[in-house]
């Protein structure tokens, strides 16, 4: 198998050469992803190992440079990168890798994966083979072996999301145990420099006064120690420093506060929790989700929020939430550059009522009627998985209640969503 190494990294590329070497393959190598574009459209490599972080072209432009070419043969793309978040990871797959590794790595890690690529590659070399034959004898069932192939893709793309999610879960759970500490921590250092500034006021009480009475019996060096206190005190500002210190706690225990408020939304989020109903509170559930889905909006669209009075609804909060935390990445992802993301909610024949609305891109008429269908989905290949809305759709039937959508191109789309209340 001809395989290309892109990485900027000469100790990093020398280990994954090793590592290929080792199992047998041919090794070319790119410094940059220009390079390494090049040599993908001078020689079409079977699989691509390329970093992330590359000079003049990064790993993700690399990897939709290559799915958006017109090579037939497919190739394999592991993308290494230093980065863990779940919406980091999200990027590699909707850019059209197969696989990725987060450094440091192992050899054999990497070894495994590298055999993993050959045995899709040859698979999609079987599929090719048996699919230039049947294209011949049956157009229609060629169709049919596509749409499979890009549903199977899908699949395999939604599985991937799920693992990252439970990946999530566990970090979650690890970063509440520092948080703790470090808040618990922030509390102690309060109390600690509450007694050390009335210790400086009473040291700074005492140099005043010796240094304005300057009594007889003070001997040179001590009154030369007055002296330099008070020299050092002017130097580094200490009322300045008494002043500022608790301001500085109190923004690490609110930034501590946020990044615990975050983690449990994302709890709330990854863990299904029990099989039974409860009461949920609609606009906890839309607070939780915000907090989620944050940094998918924040640089997207400002989010409105008119929130009216509605009744309790009863169901399953982790479930509710997964419907509205997809249908406000489908709205942050309809926004081009900057627009708008307004949620409101109001009571309707004992009813609970969610309206969604956003500045996007819109829908077209014809294809409204199956946005709900698993599988349908108006963006490009490797960018949805097509069961973002048919979750959505199940999950509020579940419910016994119903999900509208309405849109226009180029002016947005609305969904509607009606729970029965309690």
């Known amino acids: 198998m001809n395989i290309l190494i892109a990485e900027d990294h000469y100790i990093s590329r020398l280990l994954v050469k090793k590592t290929v070497k080792k199992i047998g393959h041919t090794v070319m190598e790119a410094e940059n992803g220009i390079d390494a574009w090049q040599l993908f459209l001078k020689h079409s490599p079977e699989l691509i190992i390329s970093d992330w972080q590359m000079p003049e072209m990064d790993g993700l432009a690399l990897c939709r440079k290559i799915r958006a070419s017109s090579k037939k043969t497919y190739t394999y793309i592991i993308l290494l990168t230093a980065k863990d978040q779940t919406t980091d990871l999200v990027k590699v797959f909707e850019a059209g890798a197969d696989d990725y590794m987060i450094k440091p790595f192992k050899p054999e890690e990497l070894s495994s994966r590298i055999k993993t690529g050959e045995r899709i590659v040859a698979l999609e070399s079987q599929y090719n083979k048996i699919h230039g034959k049947l294209i011949q004898k049956n157009k229609t069932l060629d169709h049919a072996l596509k749409d499979l192939k890009i549903s199977q893709s899908r699949i395999l793309q939604s599985e991937k999301l799920a693992s990252i999610g439970q ?169 081009e550059t900057k627009g708008e993301i307004r949620i409101q909610t109001k009571k309707e024949n004992h009813n609970a009522v969610v309206i969604i609305s956003d500045t996007g891109c819109g829908i077209k008429k014809k294809d409204i009627p199956r946005i709900f269908d698993p599988f349908f989905t108006t963006k490009e290949i490797g960018k949805g998985t097509g069961l973002g809305m048919h979750i959505a759709y199940n999950l509020i039937e579940e419910h016994k209640g119903k999900i509208e959508v309405d849109s226009r191109i180029g002016k947005g789309t609305t969904v509607t969503i009606t729970l029965p209340g309690k």
């Open 167 to 335: 990946l999530a879960a566990g970090i979650a759970h690890e970063i509440n145990n520092p948080i703790g500490f470090i808040s618990s921590n922030l509390d102690a250092l309060s109390d600690y420099l509450k007694n050390i500034a009335s210790l400086l006021r009473h040291y700074k009480k005492l140099s005043t006064a010796l240094k304005k009475h300057k009594p007889e019996h003070l001997n040179q060096a001590v009154t030369e120690q007055i002296q330099t206190i008070a020299d050092y005190k002017k130097k580094i500002e200490i009322d300045y420093i008494l002043e500022d210190i608790p301001e500085l706690l109190n923004d690490c225990k609110d930034g501590t506060g946020r990044v615990g408020k975050i983690v449990g939304a994302l709890k709330n989020f990854a863990h299904p929790g029990n099989d039974k109903q409860m009461l949920v509170d609609i606009h906890k559930g839309l607070e939780s989700t915000l907090n989620v889905v944050c940094n998918e909006i924040k640089y997207k669209a400002a989010v409105i929020k008119e929130f009216g009075d509605i009744p309790l609804v009863e169901g399953y909060p982790q479930k509710i939430n997964q419907v509205f935390m997809n249908i406000l990445v489908n709205a942050a992802q309809a926004i």
